[in-house]
């Protein structure tokens, strides 16, 4: 019904910048907060952003002034600007959007697949 689609991870050094991007795809009559959850190997998957239908963003705290979120609601996208990656940035980043189908009543989460990020000398 709902496809979730990122792009944009890879390889990078500490310091650099990588963009991630998600685009959704369906029947979608509207589209509610979206975000970016990340999980590393051994750990449990956490929330790193997200971003309301009007455009507030919420970050968790250890990539607050390095990490933006955006999202363009024409396009059905949300972005994820990472700037000053540590290598505990290192994980899979997941795609997350709460949204409203045409053919349903009711808000419904959906996941990408994920895109790999990795921080390294």
């Known amino acids: 019904q709902v496809q979730l689609v990122e792009s944009g991870g890879g390889l990078v050094q500490p310091g650099g910048s990588l963009r991630l991007s998600c685009a959704a795809s369906?029947?979608?009559?509207?589209?509610?907060?979206m975000g970016w959850y990340r999980q590393a190997p051994g750990k449990e998957r956490e929330l790193v952003a997200d971003?309301?239908?009007?455009?507030?963003?919420n970050y968790v705290d250890s990539v607050k002034g390095r990490f933006t979120i955006s999202r363009d609601n024409a396009k059905k996208t949300v972005a994820l600007q990472m700037n000053s990656l540590k290598p505990e940035d290192t994980a899979v980043y997941y795609c997350?959007?709460?949204?409203?189908?045409?053919?349903?009543?009711?808000?419904?989460?959906?996941w990408g697949q994920g895109t790999q990020v990795t921080v390294s000398s």
């Open positions: 997350k959007a709460r949204i409203l189908l045409y053919s349903s009543a009711d808000y419904t989460i959906y």
């Open positions: 369906g029947r979608i009559l509207s589209l509610d907060t």
């Open positions: 971003i309301t239908s009007g455009g507030g963003p």
